[in-house]
């Protein structure tokens, strides 16, 4: 016998909900307590759902939100990854990064409008989920960040992509550090079109639902975000823009670092004192993929990061990085070389090299 309480519970505790409001699809991430982190399942589901509301005349726009008030999403499943990558499950690595970037370049090119309300927490593979959005929302309480190098991993799900085109040298900076930025910064950098106050987004998913969405979905979905509109103030990002364009130009992460190590200020300290901590064999290969990402397509640089994820999970630094920040939580990573300096450019270019036809991303 089906009893419908039960089944109601199931739905409700599914990793991803989904629901039609009006004219918008609705996605929500519901793994509150994980940060709505996202896992392969959830990768699956969204892709699936979205795929199915691209042909339905009913559906006008896709609006994407985090469950919970503290996180969009906080980023890829990474302690599953890690276990996988103790199991051996070369199954689930291959896979997790495959489809995740797949759904990334899906949403890119997505016919209707993609609205993300960038609500909380929004890194690494939440970033994925909705930058490439045709529009990306951000609220007082959005806390948007790249982090991957301070794991041994880089910054990906596009991050080559959408850092080299942030304004001067504002994509290095934030890729190589993961600084944290809010929503004054997120709009001055391009990673968010709009900003919205947080207690105004019920009232916004509303005025989406009941939209006539006659004539051009875009435009209209426009529109409503533009009376929504709201100022975050001066983006700290601009009064340190001087001091990074002049420091993250470089044609290498060495130069980089001396180029920090000049300014004796507090910019070029507390920048180096952060850099320091990082995987530095993570930095290098992230250093090369941003600056090989200015100019190539979103379906390339994906392709691209298929290949250093490949290698990149079968690599001591990010099992090493996860264990001391996720894991066992020491936050002492003893990365495979001790400096910058250590790192051959030629071990870094075969994080590039074509993998077995059979195994490319092939996007």
């Known amino acids: 016998m089906n009893n419908t309480s039960d089944t109601q519970a199931t739905v409700a505790d599914a990793p991803v909900l989904f629901s039609q409001q009006g004219a918008i699809g609705q996605i929500v991430l519901n793994r509150p307590r994980a940060l709505n982190a996202l896992d392969l399942v959830m990768v699956d589901m969204m892709m699936g759902q979205l795929k199915s509301w691209e042909t339905d005349p009913s559906i006008k726009a896709v609006v994407i939100e985090g469950a919970g008030e503290k996180a969009f999403c906080a980023g890829g499943d990474i302690r599953g990854l890690y276990d996988a990558r103790k199991n051996d499950d070369e199954d689930l690595l291959d896979a997790f990064y495959r489809h995740e970037y797949h759904l990334n370049h899906y949403i890119a090119n997505y016919p209707k409008p993609y609205v993300a309300l960038m609500d909380g927490i929004t890194m690494g593979g939440g970033v994925g989920v909705s930058i490439h959005g045709m529009f990306r929302v951000a ?15 880089f910054p990906d799900v596009g991050g080559g992509y959408f850092l080299p085109r942030c304004p001067g040298q504002i994509g290095m900076y934030l890729g190589l550090t993961g600084a944290r930025i809010k929503a004054a910064d997120c709009l001055y950098a391009g990673l968010a079109t709009h900003g919205v106050a947080t207690d105004k987004l019920d009232s916004l ?10 004539g051009d979905a875009k435009a209209v979905v426009a529109d ?24 993250f130009a470089g044609d290498s992460v060495v130069a980089i670092f001396e180029a920090l190590e000049r300014e004796e200020t507090a910019f070029g300290k507390e920048t180096l004192d952060v850099l320091a901590a990082k995987s530095p064999t993570a930095l290098c290969v992230s250093f090369d993929q941003i600056r090989q990402g200015r100019e190539m397509t979103l379906a390339s640089v ?28 020491d936050h002492d990573p003893k990365w495979q070389h001790g400096d910058i300096g250590q790192v051959d450019p030629r071990e870094i270019a075969e994080y590039f090299e074509p993998l077995p036809a059979e195994k490319e991303l092939n996007l």
């Open 205 to 214: 998913k509303a005025d989406l639902a009941a939209a006539s969405y006659e």
């Open 224 to 247: 409503i975000l533009k009376r929504y509109e709201t100022a975050f103030g001066d983006a700290p990002l601009a009064t340190i823009r001087d001091d990074i364009d002049r420091t």
């Open 302 to 329: 994906l392709n691209m990061e298929y290949r250093m994820s490949q290698r990149m999970v079968r690599k001591p630094d990010l099992f090493e990085g996860v264990r001391a920040v996720i894991v066992d939580k």
């Open 139 to 153: 609220t007082e309480r959005t806390l948007f960040a790249m982090p991957e190098t301070g794991i041994g991993f």
